[in-house]
């Protein structure tokens, strides 16, 4: 259950630093991501998720 709170605040770190360094930039990339078919958005976030897991298959090997 550590390891999942660990990942839930790194997620946010991440995420909160975007705003905070380059507000403008998201609001843009999320204009974009607007302007694609439903399809294609489904696809990149599923290209997210396989991505995340296989970095945490990765973490994983490394030991962590």
């Known amino acids: 259950m550590a390891t999942v709170i660990l990942a839930l605040g790194?997620?946010?770190i991440v995420e909160g630093l975007a705003w905070v360094l380059a507000p403008s930039l998201v609001e843009r990339m999320l204009e974009a991501l607007r302007a694609l078919p439903e399809p294609v958005r489904r696809q990149v976030g599923a290209l997210g998720l396989v991505t995340g897991l296989?970095?945490?298959w990765i973490a994983h090997q490394l030991g962590a």
Do not use: A, K, P, R
């Open 10 to 12: 790194l997620v946010l």
């Open 54 to 56: 296989i970095l945490l």
